[in-house]
């Protein structure tokens, strides 16, 4: 797939932590009123990112008819929350939370209402405070992507980071 995100050539690599999610198992640690992965959330992408090998995740997201952009496909706008979800969990893989800084995203063929959306995403290191990540999109046939991201995570002090907004938040 054509990009032209270039990572830093000189990332420091991360090891998985201990504590992390089994591979296979869900990465369950943000809230249920997320809008990527809650499920208190009537209209939300109700993603669950599961844990790959090394610092890999996946998730399936089925593209249902709210999603529309363009007549009978998936809006861009809710491809790149997609990405960003399925990428800002995968940082739980080496113990940090982050919030994301950078995100672009390549859209490399029209995806269809009614078809499921595979993605996978792998940790390619840190530099400083920065994640690198990348994933991938595939409706079917892992060899034709039909989407891909590069982002920059920043890691974050939860509380200190939220501390602001924290009473403003919406309990549904
Ligand atoms: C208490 C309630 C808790 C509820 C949540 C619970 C748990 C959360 C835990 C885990 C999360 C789990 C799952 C998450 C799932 C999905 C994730 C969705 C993620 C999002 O959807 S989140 C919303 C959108 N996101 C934002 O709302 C961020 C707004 N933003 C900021 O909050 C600041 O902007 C911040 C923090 C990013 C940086 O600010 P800062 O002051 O801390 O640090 P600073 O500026 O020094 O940047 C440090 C280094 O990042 C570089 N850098 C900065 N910006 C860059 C850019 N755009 N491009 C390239 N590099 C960039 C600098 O160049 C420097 O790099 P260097 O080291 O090379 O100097």
Avoid: N
Wanted: charge should be negative; aromatic fraction near 6%; include cysteine.
């Amino acid at each position: 797939m054509k990009h032209a995100f270039v990572p830093p050539a000189d990332l420091e690599p991360l090891q998985r932590h201990p504590k992390a999610a089994a591979p296979g198992h869900h990465i369950d640690l943000h809230h249920s009123t997320c809008f990527g992965c809650g499920d208190d959330v009537p209209l939300g992408l109700h993603l669950k990112v599961i844990a790959g090998d090394g610092l890999t995740v996946s998730a399936d997201m089925p593209v249902a008819s709210w999603m529309q952009g363009g007549p009978g496909v998936i809006h861009g706008g809710v491809l790149s929350a997609a990405f960003d979800e399925v990428m800002g969990t995968s940082p739980l893989l080496i113990g940090s939370a982050v919030v994301t800084a950078h995100l672009e995203i390549d859209f490399a063929e029209p995806i269809p209402l009614g078809s499921t959306l595979h993605f996978d995403a792998r940790i390619l290191g840190r530099q400083r405070r920065k994640v690198y990540i990348a994933s991938v999109a595939h409706i079917g046939d892992p060899e034709r992507p039909v989407a891909s991201a590069h982002s920059i995570f920043v890691t974050i002090d939860v509380k200190e980071h939220f501390a602001e907004h924290y009473d403003k938040r919406v309990i549904l």
